[in-house]
């Protein structure tokens, strides 16, 4: 499965609970067809205690969300876009904004 998104991308979430806040991917797992958007979908998980740890901690850390509920951010309309697609002089594949002809 193709994702719009990849690593790093600076994204926007369009539905959910965290709908319209902008955070960055911090992985992509395209087989699966999910990201993990940072500070994005986050759940707590409780740590046992263990021979490293002495007491039982709560962890905050996010979970991975449908790739749908994120757009691509484009810094130079302040929205969340669909990337077009195409190639550079070089021979590179690139995204692009149609609203703006920048770069993504
Ligand atoms: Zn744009």
């Known amino acids: 499965m193709k994702m719009h998104v990849r690593k790093n ?3 926007v979430v369009i ?7 902008k955070s960055e991917i911090l992985e992509a797992h395209p087989k699966k067809g ?7 979908n986050i ?9 490293n ?3 039982s901690e709560i962890v905050k850390m996010e979970a991975p969300i449908n790739s749908s509920k994120v757009m691509l951010w484009c ?8 990337p077009s697609y195409r ?3 070089d021979g590179a594949k690139v995204r692009y904004c149609k609203a703006c002809d920048s770069e993504l």
């Open 9 to 11: 991308d600076k994204v």
């Open 15 to 21: 539905s959910g609970n965290d709908k319209g806040v």
């Open 34 to 40: 999910t990201v993990l958007v940072k500070d994005v």
């Open 43 to 51: 759940v707590t998980k409780h740590l046992k205690a263990s021979k």
């Open 53 to 55: 740890a002495m007491k």
């Open 75 to 82: 810094e130079t309309c302040k929205k969340g876009v669909r």
């Open 87 to 89: 190639f550079r002089e």
